[in-house]
């Protein structure tokens, strides 16, 4: 058991300095952006495309109003998704990794619930203009409640699991 600069006794599966694991822990996360970036960045590309088009001024208020809030939420998960890259490069070299991990950790949680709200959003405007159909609010929760359980009510469970006590 190791103590923790807050006087917190915790467990840690690594033998590594608390510099060696904000380095390692970096290094996941940048991973995980990374796949993150992409999805949100050509999600976003799309609809910014879609104001272009001939459909655009066919659809009524409420589509217009459902687009405008993707696009924004869009926009919103970008910027909290590329915000960590940002992050890294303001305070390289300033000797606070471990607080730069924990801060990028967070704008990287919040960019996957925008995330989630754009592709929701996304999802219910594109099937509502596809089939103009009541079973469609149903079809959209579905999928959401696909993706909290594959992004979220799994991840919390197995650390919840495995996690040791």
Known sequence: ?????DGEDRRRGRNETEEERADRMWGELIQEVRVAQTGVQILFGFLLTVVFTPVYRSLGDTDHAIYIVTVVMGACATGALIGPVS?????SGRLVKPQAVRWASRLTF???VLLLCTMTAALLLVL???THDDYVPWLVAAV????VLCWFALPLWT?????SR
């Open 110 to 112: 919040v960019g996957l």
């Open 159 to 163: 650390r919840r699991r495995y996690t």
């Open 144 to 147: 959401v409640l696909w993706y």
């Open 1 to 5: 058991m190791t103590v923790t600069g």
């Open 128 to 130: 509502r203009v596809a």
């Open 87 to 91: 992050l890294h490069r303001l305070v």
